[in-house]
């Protein structure tokens, strides 16, 4: 059985690559990229359709989008589009398709309560956010207008080596690597030290979307992919700092006096508990160590 993933040289989708070739699963990686097994431009109905009437897949998983908060993220939504679009124009039978969906869809949790499950309602605040909402909502749509199992990997924040250096841990991590180990005091720039967000390792996230991916007769068509644990700022920093061999002094400086509103920054991991029994088996503070590691060598 053959899976072929979009989006295969991004952070996700590289590793999930690794995941189902390591367990002998025929994989067609495909992304817009030269090391990819085959080039596909997501932003066009026709390149898709090469791919999938050549390879025939029987599951599809896409990886692709833009993890940023600008009008970029729209492509998230067209990506997602034009792939159903040449699925269904392709007329290949397949059994699965995954796409992942993001914590930023659930936003700002209007009557505060944590973990937030499934059905929860959507409130992004940021384009980003909103984007996915968008891509999700027209992806379970058509899927069902065609008939097509399709499921979404609702994504919490996913952390690992390799990740855009944009985000916060890359960037911290990235700093401290290149500070004189030996300077007296080191500076951390913050924007709230109390900030919560649920942390997942690539590992356990690539683990969590493979159950989802081949498992017959799903119960629901989204799933929260979390560690189920909230984690703030300063707990975060601490496990970076900790895992650097420090002599100097680190500080943490707040850039702002005002406290964020509820974000769904612990995920209610139940159904993927419930029915895959797959739970995190990775703890935080060794994924923060492998990724110093990396950023040391």
Known sequence: MNVAIT??????????????????????????????????????????KEIIVKHKPKMIVN?????????????????????LSAVVQSEVDINRIVIMGSAG?????????????????????????????????HALALSSEAGISL?????FNPIGAGMHHRMLIPRIVNQLSTK????????????RLD?????LSIYDAVAAITNILFKDNLRHDVYNVGSGTATSN??????????????????????SNIKEPTYAARADI????????????????SIIKEMVYNAEK
Do not use: Q
């Not at 004189?180 to 924007?191: L, S």
């Open 195 to 199: 900030a919560l967000r649920d942390y």
């Open 7 to 48: 989006g295969s040289s991004g952070f996700i989708g590289k590793n999930l690559v690794d995941r189902l070739r390591f367990n002998g699963i025929d994989t067609i990686a495909s992304s817009n990229r030269a090391d990819a097994d085959e080039m596909v431009d997501l932003s066009a109905v026709d390149s898709i």
């Open 270 to 285: 139940s159904r993927m508990e419930e029915e895959f029994k797959w739970s995190p088996i990775e703890p935080l503070a």
């Open 105 to 137: 869809e659930y936003g700002v949790v209007e009557n505060p309560k944590l973990p937030v499950s499934e059905l929860a309602a959507l409130n992004p605040d940021s384009i980003y956010g909103k984007s996915k909402v968008k891509e999700v909502r």
């Open 151 to 155: 499921a979404v990997a609702r994504l």
């Open 63 to 83: 990886c692709a989008g833009i993890v940023e908060n600008s009008e970029k993220a729209e492509l998230n939504y067209i990506f997602t589009k034009n792939l």
């Open 234 to 255: 300063r707990e975060l920093l601490e496990l970076i700092v900790n895992a650097f061999n420090l002599s100097a002094s680190v500080n943490y400086l707040e850039l």
């Open 180 to 191: 004189d180990k030996n300077k007296k005091d080191i500076y951390i720039e913050v924007n």
